[in-house]
């Protein structure tokens, strides 16, 4: 048996700034345990390091991420999800103490925008798909989607999107407010480095002290609405008891179209 030795993530340092690049190519990094463990500890090392005052989150060209990885959870129970912490993960990012940049290439689906929404600031290349498309699987988003749509859009357009699953292009997404930047393919990581330097050449502690103050303006429950995370991760797992959900993850693994039978 050859084992795949591969890292799912990459991290480097790039003077002040920790650029994290997910390296799943062959999943259109889909966010799998290994890799969210990969990712998990790089940003450890991020807050840990006083030189790094800046991350930047990226993919590929192709796919920041393709969701969570549906061939990881396709076969399981409520009981089954509710027992893994894996989701945990996103909260992680989204309580990260530095500013923390998405740079948004190709697909950011699912577990994937959920991941980029999770950052500060979303910069995007003109080719970015985005969407919560977890509805057509026969569930919906259990890693803050849903709470941080509504948050950011309002109830009409979060629902439109969650509803319907819809790809969102990065115009489309600008105009939303979903993205702060459009920058052409080519240099979407430039961009988004660039714009990492100029915050981290900023004086650290007033920095993370606006991050603080902001998040905590957003919620009464600082970091970032546990209470509505933990409402929408339960309604998450107990989709796992549903046949929709069998039946959408398994029609999506044998690139079929799903029936679902509201059961
Ligand atoms: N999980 C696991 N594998 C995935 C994946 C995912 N989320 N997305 C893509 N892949 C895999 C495909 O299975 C395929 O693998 P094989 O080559 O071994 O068959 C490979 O990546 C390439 O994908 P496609 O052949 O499907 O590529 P495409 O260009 O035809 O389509 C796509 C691209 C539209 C992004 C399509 O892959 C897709 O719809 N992916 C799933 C998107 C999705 O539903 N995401 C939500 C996941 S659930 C979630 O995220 C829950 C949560 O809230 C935490």
């Given at each position: 048996?050859?084992?795949d030795t591969k890292p799912?993530?990459?991290?480097?340092?790039?003077?002040?700034?920790?650029?994290i690049?997910?390296?799943?190519p062959?999943?259109?990094?889909?966010l799998?345990?290994?890799l969210?463990?990969e990712?998990?500890k790089?940003?450890?090392?991020?807050?840990a390091?006083s030189a790094?005052?800046?991350?930047?989150?990226?993919?590929?060209?192709?796919?920041?991420?393709a969701?969570?990885?549906?061939s990881?959870?396709?076969?399981?129970?409520?009981?089954?999800?509710?027992?893994?912490?894996h989701?945990?993960?996103?909260?992680?990012?989204?309580t990260f103490?530095?500013p923390t940049i998405?740079?948004?290439s190709?697909?950011?689906?699912?577990?994937?925008?959920?991941?980029?929404?999770?950052?500060?600031?979303?910069?995007a290349?003109e080719?970015?798909?985005?969407g919560q498309?977890?509805?057509l699987?026969?569930?919906?988003?259990?890693?803050?989607?849903?709470?941080?749509?509504a948050?950011?859009?309002g109830?009409?357009?979060?629902?439109?999107?969650?509803w319907?699953?819809?790809?969102?292009?990065?115009?489309?997404?600008?105009?939303?407010?979903?993205?702060?930047?459009?920058?052409p393919?080519?240099?979407?990581?430039?961009?988004?480095?660039?714009?990492?330097?100029?915050?981290a050449?900023?004086?650290?502690?007033?920095?993370?002290?606006i991050?603080?103050?902001?998040?905590s303006a957003?919620?009464?429950?600082?970091?970032?609405h546990?209470k509505a995370?933990?409402?929408e991760r339960?309604?998450f797992?107990?989709?796992?008891?549903?046949?929709?959900?069998?039946?959408?993850?398994?029609?999506?693994?044998?690139?079929?179209?799903?029936?679902?039978?509201?059961?």
């Open positions: 048996m050859i084992l799912s993530v990459i991290f480097e340092k790039k003077g002040a700034v920790g650029l690049t997910l390296n799943r062959e999943a259109l990094n889909a799998s345990h290994p969210m463990d990712l998990e790089a940003m450890d090392d991020c807050a390091d790094v005052r800046a991350v930047v989150l990226s993919g590929s060209q192709k796919a920041f991420a969701g969570a990885d549906i990881e959870m396709e076969g399981l129970s409520s009981k089954e999800m509710r027992l893994d912490p989701l945990s993960r996103w909260d992680k990012v989204s103490p530095k998405a740079a948004i190709g697909y950011a689906l699912g577990g994937g925008l959920e991941l980029a929404l999770a950052c500060d600031l979303r910069i290349s080719t970015a798909v985005l498309p977890e509805i699987i026969g569930v919906m988003p259990g890693a803050g989607g849903t709470v941080r749509l948050r950011l859009l109830r009409a357009k979060a629902l439109e999107i969650l319907t699953g819809k790809k969102i292009s990065a115009r489309e997404a600008l105009e939303l407010g979903i993205i702060n930047r459009v920058v393919a080519e240099s979407f990581l430039d961009e988004a480095m660039k714009w990492a330097r100029e915050i050449a900023m004086p650290p502690l007033a920095v993370m002290a991050k603080k103050s902001v998040l957003l919620s009464p429950d600082y970091p970032d546990p995370l933990k409402l339960e309604l797992y107990d989709l796992f008891d549903s046949e929709d959900q069998k039946e959408g993850m398994k029609a999506f693994i044998e690139k079929r179209k799903p029936k679902f039978r509201g059961k």
